[in-house]
Nanobody, 117 residues
């Protein structure tokens, strides 16, 4: 059973960069045809897909966040990371890492990141 766990600071100041790490266990981030995504949910809003990194290392960006997001991975640690630059209070959200082949089969528990001074 694949398990994902998000980690990172819960508070980020406006204009700074949000950085989160997803640690994967029970499976490899290089498993063929699996995609590893970041998804967020702001208070009172729906889920928003932020981007993904594929088993091959290929990157997929959200058009609305493309200029501010950077997703990378560390295959030795079986982790993938998210960086979101120039945060504003509107970036306050619960952030999830998730993975799957045709759908998001596995989800982390989510971590709240608040953008505030």
């Amino acid at each position: 059973q694949v398990q994902l766990q998000e980690s990172g600071p819960g508070l980020v100041k406006p204009s700074q960069t949000l950085s989160l790490t997803c640690t994967v266990s029970g499976g490899s981030i290089t498993t063929n045809y699996y995609y590893w995504s970041w998804i967020r949910q702001a208070p009172g809003k729906g889920l928003e897909w932020m981007g993904a990194i594929a088993y091959s290392g290929s990157l997929y960006d959200s058009p609305s966040l493309k200029s501010r997001t950077s997703i990378s991975r560390d295959t030795a640690k079986n982790q993938f990371t998210l960086q979101l630059s120039s945060v504003t209070p509107e970036d306050t959200a619960v952030h999830y890492c998730a993975s799957g082949h045709d759908a998001m089969e596995y989800w982390g528990g989510g971590t709240l990141v608040t953008a505030a001074s």
